[in-house]
């Protein structure tokens, strides 16, 4: 079985413009989650998502960040418009139940310029 | 919030030393995962340890869990090569679905 699937997997792009970052959870999989990875602030959640309804998204840094899940197979995380302090690896994580072990996705490697 | 200290924060050793990393918090766990993480690739559960005092083995890796429930450890024996990423503990904050990562410790382990 596919594990979750990112697009894109690298991305760079220039200050100000919009990014968009995809995601697949394994299928059957009803909790969604996005992180953040930086060294100086290491893993951090910014939202996670119970079928398909937003749960928490007191981890999302600003009104630039935006991420929906229009259904059970798809999740989105946009920035707009996106900033060099942005510049992170985004992941995404799937569970059977919020309190289940997490399956990560490989990660988008985004820098912005 | 709680925090999760997680301590070396670099170790760098032969092949064939044994290692020991730790994760401690003020505050009780409700439970305790543990992640690594190999560069390129998201983080993968090793481990959920839930009652004080609790010691479980994965091959060369022992995890324990301190008997308040406040502490953990992960000890790897006869460190390879393939053992070489950043290892993460976890934990769900009572009544959340959130989980709560340390900073990690970043292995590496050298022919």
């Known amino acids: 079985d596919a594990g979750v699937i990112q697009s894109p997997r690298h991305e760079v792009t220039e200050m100000g413009q919009e990014v968009t970052l995809r995601c697949k959870p394994i299928s059957g999989h009803n909790s969604l989650f996005w992180y953040r990875q930086t060294m100086m602030r290491g893993l951090e959640l910014l939202i996670y998502f119970n079928n398909n309804v937003p749960i928490d998204d007191s981890g999302m840094p600003e009104d630039r960040f935006s991420a929906k899940m229009p259904n059970a197979s798809f999740s989105t995380l946009k920035i707009q418009p996106s900033e060099p302090r942005d510049s992170a690896v985004y992941f995404c994580a799937s569970s059977l139940a919020s309190y289940n072990e997490q399956f990560f996705g490989p990660g988008t490697r985004l820098t912005v310029l | 919030t709680q925090l999760l200290e997680q301590s070396p924060q670099f170790l760098s050793i032969q092949e064939g030393e044994n290692l020991t990393v730790y994760c401690n918090s003020s505050s009780v766990f409700s439970s305790l995962q543990w992640y690594r993480q190999e560069p390129g690739e998201g983080p993968v559960l090793l481990v959920t340890v839930v009652t004080g005092g609790e010691v479980k083995k994965l091959k060369r890796l022992t995890f324990q869990f301190g008997d308040a429930r406040k502490d953990s450890s992960l000890h790897i024996t006869a460190a390879q090569p393939g053992d070489t990423g950043l290892y993460l503990c976890?934990?769900?904050?009572?009544?959340?679905?959130?989980?709560?990562f340390g900073q990690g410790t970043t292995l590496q382990v050298k022919p």
């Open positions: 976890a934990e769900f904050p009572s009544n959340t679905g959130k989980l709560i």
